[in-house]
């Protein structure tokens, strides 16, 4: 805010006092005093805001102190702005062409009585020249200060509230203003004071009874509607007349500036300023205003654009992560929808060893009967013998081998063994199933590890062993030898999910002699894997979709369409590729390659 008191002119006399010069500068300025010596002058004029000095010339002492001043202030502070006046008497004969030139002195003026009114005007002239020069320096300071708030807007550094706080103080520095206030908008157009200068309550009562908030009066709706600055004479019926009770000095024009973010005006900053600085708000410093208001908006719509593209980083990274999991979620979907669909083959399966496992049990119990039986005659007959009771040897030796030869001991025997080891291969057979089943469900390892490539497929091909039985041919060409880095889990799902689509697809179409081939080959530290059928193919209008979540050839209710996007996602984790290559009506062929 433009306080005058701060830069009223202060004028210091050196030299004698004379009654003349005293009363010219008295009667101009209360800021007015005198001194001879030296030293003391020369801090006066440093440390003071010395604006004119009038060197009072009247003895060759005075004239010696009066260039020693002038070389101290041109010369020594390097102040070409100060107004340097000298004052003689009309008998005393100056220099005053050497001066001018040396000492750029201001004027010259002479005491004689009858001049006194021609020199208070002159010494009236150069105080308001004084005062002009302190205005257009303090709005230049104040301009480079606007500016300067503007550009710090760019700063990421800087509080973004704080910065609009220290620019609503410099545009009140340039604009002369007694005092201002800031107006929040709302969504309606209405409006609520946010803060004023000055800050106390009756101030900013008499600003809302002046502005009729919250509804917004005419002249402020202007602005609002034309979205650029304004500024204008107090209108007649704003009654801002009533806040000069609160303020030094009376008001007659006021500046509004909009601040505006992406068309929308978010604030108006209103500063009054007072009649006696109306003509120091030039088109010079409108224009100023104009352009900081169109730096000012680009600012802000940017910083609220990085703001919102901020939200919408993090909003796309939460969604990212939220796809991810969900991906993770659907992988797991589709190989348990795959284990559903294998369960009634796998049941099969297990209930075939099952089914004799329990059969054997059977005939073990009953073969186990005949040999308790055969064991107690044994005993028997030992007992006989040790007793020496002979007419009972003969019966027990004919009964033992009576019983031999209806309970066919000798097959017991042979047949016990063999029925025991078919039990235990259809036991392991049943452990194989269970295990090949946990592997594919749970994924086997959770990480990177060396796998067998030819182990990985016959373990795959036992899985669908249930869907495929002796209806399909799989070949599989795979050197046992060939090991590489993987996560045997998903590459287990990956050849499982294409393996089961060739199948079913083969089924389908009904294909004579159907077959499935497995390959694979090592180059440029990659290894390919094909997996070719003798089905119906792929039409190449659906070639481009077939990696695509939900897309599917077959029924409703038969597949889920996640399968073949589910591999892709699989194989991508392995920083892999996969390809499609398909002739419809003669084959398809997916390769799969990994890095080794």
């Given at each position: 805010m433009?306080?005058?008191?701060?830069?009223?002119?202060?004028?210091?006399?050196v030299?004698?006092?004379?009654?003349?010069?005293s009363?010219?500068?008295e009667?101009?300025?209360?800021?007015?005093?005198?001194?001879?010596?030296?030293?003391?002058?020369?801090?006066?004029?440093?440390?003071e805001?010395?604006?004119?000095?009038?060197?009072?010339?009247?003895?060759?002492?005075?004239?010696?102190?009066?260039?020693?001043?002038?070389?101290y202030?041109?010369?020594?502070?390097?102040?070409?702005?100060?107004?340097?006046?000298?004052?003689?008497?009309?008998?005393?004969?100056?220099?005053?062409?050497?001066?001018?030139q040396?000492?750029?002195?201001?004027?010259?003026?002479?005491?004689?009585?009858?001049?006194?009114?021609?020199?208070r005007?002159?010494?009236?002239?150069?105080?308001?020249?004084?005062?002009?020069?302190?205005?257009?320096?303090?709005?230049?300071?104040a301009?480079?200060?606007?500016?300067?708030?503007?550009?710090?807007?760019?700063?990421?550094?800087?509080?973004?509230?704080?910065?609009?706080?220290?620019?609503?103080?410099?545009?009140?520095?340039l604009?002369?203003?007694?005092?201002?206030?800031?107006?929040?908008?709302?969504?309606?157009g209405?409006?609520?004071?946010?803060?004023?200068?000055?800050?106390?309550?009756?101030?900013?009562c008499?600003?809302?009874?002046?502005?009729?908030?919250?509804?917004?009066?005419?002249?402020?709706k202007?602005?609002?509607?034309?979205?650029?600055?304004?500024?204008?004479?107090?209108?007649?019926?704003?009654?801002?007349?009533?806040?000069?009770?609160?303020?030094?000095?009376s008001?007659?024009s006021?500046?509004?500036?909009?601040?505006?973010?992406?068309?929308?005006?978010?604030?108006?900053?209103i500063?009054?300023?007072?009649?006696?600085?109306?003509?120091?708000?030039?088109?010079?410093?409108?224009?100023?205003?104009?352009r900081?208001?169109?730096q000012?908006?680009?600012l802000?719509?940017?910083?609220?654009s990085?703001l919102?593209?901020k939200?919408?980083?993090?909003?796309?990274?939460?969604?990212?992560?939220?796809?991810?999991?969900?991906?993770?979620?659907?992988?797991y979907?589709?190989?348990?929808?795959t284990?559903?669909?294998?369960?009634?083959?796998?049941?099969?399966?297990?209930?075939?060893?099952?089914?004799?496992?329990?059969?054997?049990?059977?005939?073990?119990?009953?073969?186990?009967?005949?040999?308790?039986?055969?064991?107690?005659?044994?005993?028997?007959?030992?007992?006989a013998?040790d007793?020496?009771?002979?007419?009972?040897?003969?019966?027990?030796?004919?009964?033992?081998?009576?019983?031999?030869?209806?309970?066919?001991?000798?097959?017991?025997?042979?047949?016990?063994?063999?029925?025991?080891?078919?039990?235990?291969?259809?036991?392991?057979?049943?452990?194989?199933?269970?295990?090949?089943?946990?592997?594919?469900?749970?994924?086997?390892?959770?990480?990177?590890?060396?796998?067998?490539?030819?182990?990985?497929v016959?373990?795959?091909?036992?899985?669908?062993?249930?869907?495929?039985?002796?209806?399909?041919?799989?070949?599989?060409?795979?050197?046992p030898?060939?090991?590489?880095?993987?996560?045997?889990?998903?590459l287990?799902?990956?050849?499982?999910?294409?393996?089961?689509?060739?199948?079913?697809?083969?089924?389908e179409?009904?294909?004579?002699?159907?077959k499935?081939?497995?390959s694979?080959?090592?180059?440029?530290?990659?290894?390919?894997?094909?997996?070719?059928?003798?089905?119906?193919?792929?039409?190449?209008e659906?070639?481009?979709?077939?990696?695509?979540?939900?897309?599917?050839?077959?029924?409703?209710?038969?597949?889920?369409?996640?399968?073949?996007?589910?591999t892709?996602?699989?194989?991508?984790?392995?920083?892999?590729k996969?390809s499609?290559?398909?002739?419809?009506g003669?084959?398809?062929?997916?390769?799969?390659?990994?890095?080794?």
């Amino acid at each position: 805010m433009f306080n005058v008191t701060q830069h009223s002119v202060e004028i210091l006399q050196v030299g004698a006092p004379n009654d003349q010069v005293s009363n010219l500068a008295e009667a101009l300025t209360e800021n007015f005093s005198s001194s001879s010596n030296l030293r003391r002058l020369k801090k006066q004029i440093r440390k003071e805001n010395v604006g004119i000095i009038l060197l009072s010339i009247s003895s060759d002492e005075e004239e010696e102190l009066a260039l020693q001043i002038l070389d101290y202030v041109r010369n020594g502070l390097r102040d070409q702005d100060k107004i340097l006046l000298v004052l003689h008497s009309q008998n005393r004969e100056l220099d005053a062409l050497k001066w001018i030139q040396e000492f750029s002195v201001d004027g010259f003026i002479n005491l004689a009585p009858e001049k006194e009114l021609f020199n208070r005007k002159l010494i009236a002239r150069n105080i308001q020249q004084w005062e002009r020069s302190v205005k257009i320096h303090y709005q230049h300071k104040a301009e480079k200060e606007l500016l300067m708030c503007v550009t710090r807007f760019s700063r990421y550094s800087e509080d973004l509230p704080n910065l609009i706080t220290t620019f609503t103080e410099s545009l009140a520095n340039l604009c002369f203003a007694s005092a201002y206030c800031r107006i929040t908008i709302n969504n309606d157009g209405t409006g609520k004071i946010k803060n004023a200068i000055p800050n106390h309550e009756n101030f900013v009562c008499s600003l809302n009874d002046a502005f009729r908030l919250p509804e917004l009066p005419s002249y402020l709706k202007r602005a609002l509607i034309e979205k650029k600055p304004q500024i204008d004479l107090l209108p007649a019926d704003s009654q801002l007349k009533s806040t000069e009770a609160h303020l030094e000095g009376s008001l007659g024009s006021y500046l509004v500036f909009p601040l505006i973010v992406y068309d929308r005006v978010y604030e108006l900053m209103i500063f009054l300023i007072p009649e006696e600085y109306m003509d120091s708000v030039s088109m010079h410093q409108v224009d100023v205003i104009t352009r900081a208001s169109e730096q000012l908006t680009i600012l802000l719509e940017r910083r609220e654009s990085e703001l919102r593209l901020k939200k919408q980083y993090k909003r796309l990274k939460d969604t990212l992560v939220e796809l991810k999991q969900t991906q993770d979620q659907l992988a797991y979907s589709e190989k348990m929808s795959t284990v559903g669909q294998l369960a009634a083959g796998i049941a099969h399966e297990i209930n075939n060893p099952l089914a004799f496992v329990l059969s054997n049990f059977g005939s073990i119990e009953e073969y186990l009967t005949n040999i308790i039986d055969m064991q107690a005659m044994h005993e028997q007959f030992l007992n006989a013998i040790d007793n020496d009771y002979s007419p009972k040897l003969e019966q027990l030796k004919s009964e033992i081998s009576d019983y031999q030869d209806r309970s066919n001991i000798d097959f017991i025997y042979s047949d016990l063994r063999e029925i025991v080891n078919e039990s235990r291969e259809g036991l392991n057979r049943v452990r194989e199933i269970v295990a090949d089943l946990q592997v594919f469900a749970h994924g086997g390892e959770t990480g990177r590890t060396t796998v067998n490539l030819a182990s990985v497929v016959n373990q795959t091909l036992k899985l669908l062993l249930p869907i495929t039985h002796d209806k399909i041919e799989i070949q599989a060409t795979i050197n046992p030898d060939t090991r590489f880095n993987c996560h045997n889990g998903y590459l287990q799902q990956i050849l499982t999910n294409i393996i089961k689509n060739a199948v079913d697809a083969l089924i389908e179409a009904e294909t004579s002699n159907p077959k499935i081939k497995i390959s694979s080959h090592s180059e440029n530290k990659e290894i390919f894997i094909k997996i070719r059928d003798n089905g119906p193919g792929i039409p190449k209008e659906n070639q481009s979709k077939i990696f695509d979540p939900f897309f599917t050839t077959k029924k409703v209710g038969e597949g889920t369409g996640l399968g073949m996007s589910v591999t892709f996602n699989l194989v991508k984790k392995l920083k892999g590729k996969i390809s499609l290559n398909s002739e419809e009506g003669v084959y398809c062929e997916f390769t799969v390659a990994l890095p080794i």
